[in-house]
């Protein structure tokens, strides 16, 4: 049985039927086109940079404009190259020279139209490149050759080292550099000590070349610094007692566990093996200020501290630091920022700890002045960064096979930036900066080269 609710709808439901039976089609929403083009970019002005130009113009008032291009080529007769732009501003860059050269702006719409164009003439000034090169200068260093050279707008550049192959007689590529440091430096190596001619070829992102350099120089005598006097290790953690490192501010020996020991003397035993996960030091899990300070609980963050007693002087000029093997390759626990002092003559500690602290770190917990460093000396500021720039501040970013090879296995190169030559005995670390920032740091190895001066 039917109820006459139902009944009562029904011319309702056949009426909306009907309606919507005889709709028309759905409108296209989307924007007309027309075949019209827009009209052409004005006022047209050029500030002429290094290796390129930014170019300036009015936009025209056309309502469905999308926005402007200009049309060059980076070399003579070269193949044309397109640059877009919504805004009233172009900037080319890749020039190899500062020859003039014609360019033409189009405006598009959004109909695909372009107007007839406009040319007008750039002039760039002198390549970066070519600035990098003229301030190269070349220098011997322990093992190899150094070089170092500016780059104030910070442009992607390699820098290829090449040698003259004395059977062949033609130059040889030997190792090629990445950089876009401001003030960029680095050591090609190993050479023989001995006179050898080199050419140095500096190169953009564009593949634009600045002319080359041909020296002779004469590498110096280097050897790996291992602390050993009749086969046993020498240096060791400077003022290994518990009270020493306490006062000093020093990371202390952390104890894994009975059978995996992540002392001190793992960071440079010599035992240097790639698939090892336990030949390890950690410096500290997790420091308080507890562990310097009775009753004090407060976390303790970066800097840490650690220093050597080498048990000898000697010149450094590098040092290679392998890290904790980890599933992300360097993970938690990678010491990326840090510096490296030297002393023959660190000042004796007082029979007050909290004196001896706010002389030896920089806690604000302890008044820390961090005045040790008015009587040592800086070796190095050392900061670890990827093939292409970027700085290992984070886990899991992107690295090249180059970047985990470093990480796994090789490790990485510090050279003494400063240029010291003077030797020491004592050599004083400071961490910055640990990846993930939790201010605890894992080195599965450290080594030393340089010269012996005793």
Request: glycine letters at 6%; a negative charge; charged letters at 25%.
């Amino acid at each position: 049985m039917v109820s006459n609710y139902s009944y009562k709808n029904i011319p309702f439901f056949l009426a909306l039927a009907f309606t919507l039976i005889s709709c028309d089609a759905a409108k296209d929403w989307s924007e007309e086109k027309d075949n019209i083009a827009p009209g052409d970019v004005s006022d047209v002005r050029v500030e002429n940079l290094n290796g390129g130009a930014r170019i300036y113009y009015k936009l025209p008032a056309d309502p469905d404009l999308m926005g402007a291009k200009v049309v060059y080529s980076l070399t003579k007769d070269g193949p044309l190259t397109e640059k877009y732009s919504t805004t009233d501003t172009l900037e080319l860059e890749g020039f190899g020279n500062t020859e003039s050269r014609t360019v033409t702006l189009f405006t598009l719409d959004n109909s695909g139209n372009m107007s007839e164009g406009v040319e007008t003439t750039i002039k760039p000034l002198t390549p970066a490149i070519e600035n990098m090169r003229q301030s190269l200068r070349t220098e011997s260093s322990f093992g190899g050759l150094r070089v170092r050279w500016e780059n104030e707008l910070r442009k992607d550049m390699s820098i290829s080292l090449y040698v003259l192959d004395s059977i062949t007689g033609n130059m040889t590529l030997t190792e090629t550099f990445f950089s876009n440091d401001k003030n960029g430096m680095y050591t090609f190596r190993p050479f023989e000590m001995k006179p050898q001619q080199f050419r140095i070829e500096m190169q953009d992102r564009w593949g634009n070349f600045a002319t080359p350099l041909d020296t002779v120089v004469t590498p110096l005598f280097e050897e790996q610094i291992l602390g050993k006097v009749n086969n046993k290790f020498v240096f060791s953690q400077y003022g290994d007692d518990d009270d020493t490192w306490r006062d000093r501010g020093d990371s202390h020996n952390y104890i894994g566990n009975e059978t995996a020991p992540r002392v001190f003397s793992m960071m440079y035993d010599g035992v240097w093996t790639p698939t090892s996960g336990w030949n390890v030091w950690h410096a500290n899990q997790y420091l308080t200020l507890g562990d310097y300070v009775p009753g004090r609980t407060d976390p303790l963050h970066a800097p840490h501290y650690f220093t050597f007693d080498m048990g000898r002087k000697s010149i450094y000029s590098r040092i290679n630091m392998t890290v904790r093997q980890h599933a992300t390759y360097y993970g938690t626990y990678f010491p990326c920022i840090f510096e490296i002092w030297g002393t023959n003559d660190p000042k004796p500690l007082s029979n007050d700890r909290m004196e001896n602290l706010a002389y030896w770190t920089n806690w604000e917990e302890v008044n820390g002045t961090d005045a040790w460093k008015n009587d040592w000396v800086k070796l190095s500021h050392c900061q670890i960064y990827t093939s292409n720039g970027d700085t290992f501040y984070y886990v899991n970013m992107p690295l090249s096979d180059y970047d985990k090879d470093r990480a796994h296995n090789s490790g990485f190169d510090f050279d003494m930036s400063e240029g010291v030559m003077e030797p020491f005995r004592y050599l004083r670390f400071v961490v910055l900066g640990v990846t993930t920032q939790n201010y605890v740091f894992a080195i599965r190895e450290i080594r030393f080269w340089g010269a012996y001066t005793d």
